[in-house]
């Protein structure tokens, strides 16, 4: 997971994932449109390839390049065990604000 986070953490490799998104691209189209040059990208997606989050597909003289959902699935769940967490403690809060509203109604104030 961390290699995961490491890789994406990365500028361009995370504006590499964001254009995939929408579907395969090979190496030129993803350096135009991010103003890369080839090289740069090329090394870009062998650090997402090696950690997974990209796989690639020879179609004639050209190599597309596309999103692994099981690597975003993956990361999805581990991120999805933190928010369960927060929402837990979102809704304590929400439970101590309420009973400091009525306390505050039960002594007689109000709010200004």
């Known amino acids: ?58 179609r004639a003289q050209q190599r597309l390049y596309a999103l692994r959902p099981e690597s975003l699935r993956q990361l999805h769940e581990w991120v999805e065990r933190y928010r369960e967490l927060w929402d837990a403690r979102f809704a304590d809060l929400d439970e101590l604000i309420e009973e400091l509203k009525a306390q505050e109604k039960s002594d007689g104030r109000t709010d200004p």
Do not use: C, W, Y
């Open 1 to 58: 997971m961390i290699e995961t986070f490491a890789a994406l953490a990365e500028p361009n490799r995370f504006r590499i994932v964001e254009l995939l998104r929408a579907g395969p691209r090979p190496v030129n189209e993803i350096g135009e449109r991010l103003r890369l040059n080839q090289p740069q990208v090329s090394k870009h997606l062998r650090v997402l390839r090696e950690t997974g989050i990209v796989d690639v597909q020879p």
